[in-house]
C-alpha cells in the first residue's frame, strides 16, 4: 500500500487549504483512514480518522475547524481545514490502518503565518 498526500502550502491565520491523500496498492477493503501532523521540535500528534463507513472523530483542537471526509471509490481522504492559526503549522501525514497494519505517506507541510 502506498499513500500520496498533497494539498500543504502557506496561508495566513484564517485561511484555508485542503489535503488531499490517495491510496494505491492492495488496499482492503475495511479500513480506516486519517492525518496526523507533526510540528517542529513536536511529537506526532492525530489529527482526524474516518472510517470506510464514514465515522469520524477529531482531536479537540480542531474539531470545527477541520472536515476529513473520504472517496471510497478512489481510495482518497480529504482534509479540509479551515481558519488556519499559526499552532496548525506542521508538517501533515495521512494513514490508512488495515488487516492490523499501519501505512504512512509522505507527508505534506502547512505553514500559518501572517
Known amino acids: 500500500v502506498q499513500l500520496q498526500a498533497s494539498g500543504g502550502g502557506l496561508v495566513q491565520p484564517g485561511g484555508s487549504l485542503r489535503l488531499s491523500c490517495a491510496a494505491s496498492?492492495?488496499?482492503?477493503?475495511?479500513?480506516?483512514m486519517g492525518w496526523y501532523r507533526q510540528a517542529p521540535g513536536k511529537q506526532r500528534e492525530w489529527v482526524a480518522t474516518?472510517?470506510?463507513?464514514?465515522?469520524?472523530n477529531y482531536r479537540d483542537s480542531v474539531k470545527g475547524r477541520f472536515t476529513i471526509s473520504r472517496d471510497n471509490a478512489k481510495n482518497m481522504v480529504y482534509l479540509q481545514m479551515n481558519n488556519l492559526k499559526p499552532e496548525d503549522t506542521a508538517v501533515y501525514y495521512c494513514?490508512?490502518?488495515?488487516?492490523?497494519?499501519?501505512?504512512w505517506g509522505q507527508g505534506t507541510q502547512v505553514t500559518v503565518s501572517s
Open positions: 494513514y490508512l490502518d488495515a488487516t492490523s497494519r499501519r501505512y
Open positions: 496498492g492492495s488496499i482492503f477493503s475495511i479500513n480506516v
Open positions: 474516518i472510517s470506510t463507513g464514514g465515522t469520524t
